[in-house]
């Protein structure tokens, strides 16, 4: 599967941590920066990658901030993107499965790297069930207007 991963200085260590975790699995990866931890603004990197999942460039995305928050804020302004902020096993899994959501957003000044790499995992490897959930992931992208 080709990943997109995007960044802000707050989340550098940790998306070189992801990247070494998705090109283990067996991923290609699509890093669209940022490429040093000096300040910088997450929505110039995060936007260029949910670009390229949402003209299905890359299948999935990643990206990471300080608290996953605005990162994810910012993913969610393109269209096409259903991007979730996860802090766990079961939300990544749950929005997954119910939300079809295309990019995961972690926050790296909460969530260490044993637990984004399982987060990332469970993400990557859970299929949507469609069914109820599809008719309400319809409505939702229809609210883009």
């Known amino acids: 599967m080709k990943i997109a991963l995007a ?3 707050g989340g550098y260590d940790l998306k070189q941590f992801i990247i070494s975790v998705l090109e283990r699995l067996g991923h ?4 669209f920066g940022c490429f040093s931890k000096d300040s910088c603004d997450y929505p110039d990197f995060c936007a260029p990658a949910a670009q390229a999942v949402a003209e299905g460039r890359c ?4 990206v990471i901030c300080t608290t996953g928050i605005g990162i994810s804020i910012a993913a969610n302004k393109i269209k096409g993107i259903r ?13 997954r499965r119910h939300n079809n959501a295309n990019m995961l957003a972690i926050g790296a000044g909460f969530t260490g790297p044993n637990m984004a790499e399982r987060i990332v995992e469970v993400f990557l490897s ?3 069930e469609g069914g109820r959930h599809a008719r309400r992931v319809d409505k939702l992208m229809a609210l883009e207007g």
Do not use: N
């Open 83 to 95: 991007c979730a902020h996860c802090a766990d096993c079961l939300q990544a899994e749950l929005t």
């Open 28 to 31: 290609e990866v699509e890093d």
């Open 126 to 128: 859970t299929e949507f």
């Open 7 to 9: 960044c802000d200085h």
């Open 59 to 62: 299948e999935r995305g990643v």
